[in-house]
């Protein structure tokens, strides 16, 4: 492992996952939008969509099928926008925030990647990965964490310490594995990161 661990954004799930109900909301909006504005410039279905380029006027087939496209469309923005009151888990976690944190994780990673060290928090490293993992009911080892943190070993172990003394992160045996032990946000640490997720952009 050498002296240190060096910023690897591959390394968490985090990163991996990052994404947001906007990534798949806004295409479907803008397709919605698109066929929308060409029924209106056309009386019929325009073959853009609907069939072979170089003829103003679709045939009542081919409108029929846009029909469709633009009813799914409809169909599949509704389901994405009902996803920000979804919940997760058995803490049953907005949906909205796990998103929201794996997005803080993902442009800190691309900040890290862009900027350099200038900047570090990897207490806010882990707790985002800590909210993440279980608001999944995903077991967190000591050393996966310490790897979320893109940061020393030594370091990232000296952070935690902190956050657990601060009774915001609590750390217990595992189980199932006698060699390694396991950390997740503590009652209090929940609550305040739901708090601070609610207030971001």
């Not at 240190?4 to 909301?25: C, V």
């Not at 800190?108 to 993440?132: I, K, N, Y």
């Not at 915001?168 to 189980?175: P, R, S, T, Y």
């Not at 640490?189 to 708090?195: D, L, P, R, S, Y």
């Amino acid at each position: 492992m050498g002296n240190g661990l060096s910023p690897k954004p591959h390394l968490s799930p985090l990163r991996r996952l990052a994404s947001s109900e906007a990534d798949f909301i806004e295409p479907v909006r803008s397709a919605h939008r698109f066929a929308a504005s060409e029924r209106m410039r056309h009386p019929s279905a325009i073959d853009l969509l609907a069939g072979p380029i170089g003829h103003d006027v679709a045939t009542p087939g081919q409108d029929k099928r846009l029909e469709g496209v633009v009813s799914a469309l409809s169909q599949l923005e509704h389901a994405v926008h009902n996803l920000k009151d979804y919940r997760i888990g058995r803490r049953q976690v907005p949906f909205r925030l796990v998103q929201r944190a794996r997005r803080l994780y993902a442009m800190r990673r691309d900040r890290d990647q862009l900027m350099g060290d200038l900047f570090g928090e990897p207490a806010w490293d882990m707790l985002l990965e800590l909210f993440v993992a279980g608001s999944e009911d995903r077991k967190t080892p000591v050393k996966n964490l310490c790897l979320s943190a893109c940061t020393s070993l030594s370091t990232a172990m000296r952070r935690l310490d902190c956050l657990i003394t601060a009774g915001l992160v609590v750390k217990a045996d595992d189980e199932g594995d006698a060699r390694r032990s396991l950390v997740d946000l503590s009652d209090r640490g929940w609550q305040i990161m739901q708090t601070l997720l609610q207030h971001q952009i």
